[in-house]
Nanobody, 121 residues
Framework: QVQLVESGGGLVQAGGSLRLSCAAS????????MGWYRQDPGKQRELVAG???????KYADSVKGRFTISRDNGKNTVYLQMNSLKPEDTSLYYC???????????????WGKGTLVTVSP
C-alpha cells in the first residue's frame, strides 16, 4: 500500500508560480513512476506530467515549457514546479504512483486526495 500526500496548492494570479509537493510512504519510492494529474468537475482525470524511476519525463502539451516535474528519491517526494500559470490551469491536482508502461504510458495504482490550484485572471 502506498500513501501519497499532496501540498502546495492555493490561489495565485495569472503569470505567477506555485510548487506542488507529493510525499510518498509505504513503498520503495525510487522504483515507482510518479505523476501529477488534474481533474475538473465532470471531466476525466488527465496527465499533467509524469516521471519514471529513471527520470524520464512526459508532459501534457498544454504545460510544456511552463511546468517541470522532478523527484527526490532520498525524500520520497515528487514535485511539480508550475510557472506562468494561466486561469485554465485552475483544477484539482492529484499525485499518483504506479508504473511506466510501454508506449510511454503512465499507469497509476495509487492516488493522493488532491490539492486545489486556483489561478485568477
Amino acid at each position: 500500500q502506498v500513501q501519497l500526500v499532496e501540498s502546495g496548492g492555493g490561489l495565485v494570479q495569472a503569470g505567477g508560480s506555485l510548487r506542488l509537493s507529493c510525499a510518498a510512504s509505504g513503498s520503495i519510492f525510487s522504483i515507482n513512476a510518479m505523476g501529477w494529474y488534474r481533474q475538473d468537475p465532470g471531466k476525466q482525470r488527465e496527465l499533467v506530467a509524469g516521471i519514471s524511476s529513471g527520470g524520464l519525463t512526459k508532459y501534457a502539451d498544454s504545460v510544456k515549457g511552463r511546468f517541470t516535474i522532478s523527484r527526490d528519491n532520498g525524500k520520497n517526494t515528487v514535485y511539480l514546479q508550475m510557472n506562468s500559470l494561466k486561469p485554465e490551469d485552475t483544477s484539482l491536482y492529484y499525485c499518483g504512483s504506479g508504473r511506466l508502461l510501454s508506449g510511454n504510458y503512465f499507469n497509476m495504482d495509487y492516488w493522493g486526495k488532491g490539492t486545489l490550484v486556483t489561478v485568477s485572471p
